[in-house]
């Protein structure tokens, strides 16, 4: 079935330091959306992107979908404590009509102040 | 607050007794999800409706869970004869469907503890 993988699955960071965090998929993606969430929390939609090559921006956060639309990236400019938490990548299941997300194991991040 | 909301919060419970947990999803909502999240992984997938027509249900999903979504409003979860591996964060996710965007709104979830 399909897979969703994300690297790393840690990653500790002093404040102020850039992160990023990867997605692969083993098969290709109509899209692929990014959910946060906080520690005790739910998951938080960030983004959504559909284009093959795409890259969106919110802020501090930088999201591409690549050109064979089967990985992504989150990167994160400057971090903050606020960043805190595990991000998770998921996309629509193969044949699917979007319903359906396989999401990734994630990775949660940590800022040291 | 108008978002989705579950209830209970919390639910510890012995080996082998029923559990039933409720979903309200954002009112003007057509899909509704559920999923099971365990330490350390992301959401898994359970089951889906489209407004009261349950579309999916997970192969992973044992003849022991079964969900209803009357009316199309909200929706409840059953776990019977619950065993120790059901233990897990229980979310449940509403979107609008409109062919685009399908941006999921998860509840805060039920935490199930089996003892």
């Known amino acids: 079935g399909q897979q969703v993988m994300q690297i790393p699955q840690y990653q500790h960071v002093q404040e102020g330091e850039d992160f990023t965090t990867y997605c692969n998929s083993s098969?290709?993606?109509?899209?692929i959306q990014w959910y946060k969430q906080r520690p005790g929390g739910h998951p938080v939609f960030l983004i959504q992107?559909?284009?093959?090559?795409e890259v969106k921006k919110q802020k501090r956060l930088t999201f591409q979908f690549g050109e064979a639309k089967k990985n992504s990236s989150l990167h994160i400019t400057a971090t903050q404590t606020t960043d805190v938490g595990t991000y998770f990548c998921?996309?629509?299941?193969?044949?699917?009509?979007?319903?359906?997300?396989?999401f990734g194991k994630g990775t949660l991040l940590t800022v040291n102040p | 607050d108008t978002g989705v909301s579950q209830d209970p919060r919390h639910k510890i419970t012995k080996r082998g007794q029923n559990v039933t947990f409720r979903c309200d999803p954002i009112s003007e909502h057509n899909r509704l999800y559920w999923y099971r999240q365990t330490l350390g992984q992301g959401p898994e997938f359970l089951t889906y409706f489209q407004n009261e027509a349950q579309l999916e249900k997970s192969r992973l999903l044992s003849d022991r869970f079964s969900a209803e979504r009357p009316k199309g409003s909200f929706s409840t979860l059953e776990i019977q004869r619950t065993e120790q591996g059901d233990s897990a964060m229980y979310l449940c996710?509403?979107?609008?469907?409109?062919?685009?965007?399908?941006?999921?709104?998860f509840g805060p979830g039920t935490r199930l503890t089996v003892l």
């Open positions: 996710a509403s979107s609008l469907w409109t062919g685009g965007n399908n941006e999921q709104f």
């Open positions: 998921a996309g629509p299941t193969s044949g699917g009509s979007n319903y359906k997300l396989t």
């Open positions: 992107l559909v284009k093959s090559g």
């Open positions: 098969t290709t993606l109509s899209n």
